[in-house]
Nanobody, 122 residues
Framework: QVQLVESGGGMVQAGGSLRLSCAASGRTFSDYAMGWFRQAPGKEREFVAGIARNNRVYYADSVKGRITISRDNAKNTVYLQMNSLKPEDTAVYYC????????????????WGQGTQVTVSS
């Protein structure tokens, strides 16, 4: 089992920045590919960014150039640095873990955090 706890969400004005953190516990963090997803009201959960065990990164087209994912295996933590935030970035953000490779698909992930709310005002 892997337990994931997100933090760092909040309310920010358009153009602002936030850094989300996801702390993992349980099994060996470095064995897992990590992903960040988000879910806006009335919409399906969608992939935002992922980072593989070898630190290769993947981004949704909608966030490329504004968002950076990183991981610190010594701290069992994955981060999501979000810059130039837009109102359409408003959502609950979730981190997720799976073995092997990064996937863009929600059902492929085995473990999920409880989510953290990000609200971007115009």
């Amino acid at each position: 089992q892997v337990q994931l706890v997100e933090s760092g969400g909040g309310m920010v004005q358009a153009g602002g920045s936030l850094r989300l953190s996801c702390a993992a516990s349980g099994r060996t963090f470095s064995d897992y590919a990590m992903g960040w997803f988000r879910q806006a009201p009335g919409k399906e959960r969608e992939f935002v960014a992922g980072i593989a065990r070898n630190n290769r990164v993947y981004y949704a087209d909608s966030v490329k150039g504004r968002i950076t994912i990183s991981r610190d295996n010594a701290k069992n933590t994955v981060y999501l640095q979000m810059n130039s935030l837009k109102p359409e970035d408003t959502a609950v953000y979730y981190c997720a873990a799976r073995t092997l490779l990064v996937s863009y698909s929600v059902p492929d992930y085995d473990y999920w955090g409880q989510g953290t709310q990000v609200t971007v005002s115009s």
